[in-house]
């Protein structure tokens, strides 16, 4: 039982380049998230999903893409990286009334 | 949308010291109320939460209570130890909507000093 797996854990980007973060669950959670956190700013939720197959636009959605093709996964992308998209990006899953179940985070740096 | 205020943003405190951490929410209509705990380089971790129906909660050495009115709900943690030593978040959320958005507050690096 590996609860919430993020990858990669750490990424480098330039300027302009695209890349996906996935989440995958095995705890048969209904509902999953992805936030951000920047230090001084908390977490803030980039979009999130009740179920496979939608998805709805969190706090910060902007310069973001996502998709629940299969319940156990959600995927975040990247399509022009941008510096101010530097960030510690977590993802976590839940059921619709409780507690969330982060990953360990991915870094990303954009150059 | 809801807009979650946490205070301290820094808080040391003396081993054995109470730690109290306060958090206000702005939409009436928020029925829970999780507080997570995040120690250096790990993932948040749930340690206690609280629903609109209690006024308060507690386990062990922590406790959390919560006023409607006023809208604030307020962590104290009795007897610091040096593993208390993270940065605690509070959250609001309405539970039963469809939906279930956690908005979070910038957090308190709490410091235990032995």
């Known amino acids: 039982n590996a609860g919430v797996t993020q990858t990669p854990k750490f990424r480098v980007l330039k300027t302009g380049q695209s890349m996906t973060l996935l989440c995958a669950q095995d705890m048969n959670h209904e509902y999953m998230y992805w936030y951000r956190q920047d230090p001084g700013m908390g977490l803030r939720l980039i979009h999130y999903?009740?179920?496979?197959?939608?998805?709805a636009k969190g706090e910060v959605p902007d310069g973001y893409n996502v998709s629940r093709l299969k319940k156990q996964n959600f995927l975040l992308g990247l399509e022009s990286a941008a510096p101010s998209q530097t960030s510690v990006y977590f993802c976590a899953s839940s059921y619709p009334t409780g507690e969330l179940f982060f990953g360990e985070g991915s870094r990303l740096t954009v150059l | 949308g809801e807009n979650v205020e946490q205070h301290p943003s820094t808080l040391s405190v003396q081993e054995g010291d109470s730690a109290v951490i306060k958090c206000t929410y702005s939409d009436s209509a928020s029925n829970y109320f999780p507080w997570y705990k995040q120690e250096l380089g790990k993932r948040p971790q749930l340690i206690i939460d609280?629903?609109?129906?209690?006024g308060e909660k507690k386990d062990q050495r922590i406790a959390v209570t919560l006023n409607k009115t006023a809208k604030h709900f307020s962590l104290h943690i009795t007897e610091t130890q040096p593993e208390d030593s993270a940065v605690y978040f509070c959250?609001?959320?309405?539970?039963?909507?469809?939906?279930?958005?956690?908005?979070f507050g910038k957090g308190t690096k709490l410091s235990v000093i032995p």
């Open positions: 609280i629903r609109s129906n209690v």
């Open positions: 959250a609001a959320s309405i539970l039963g909507a469809g939906s279930y958005q956690l908005t």
């Open positions: 999903s009740v179920g496979e197959g939608t998805t």
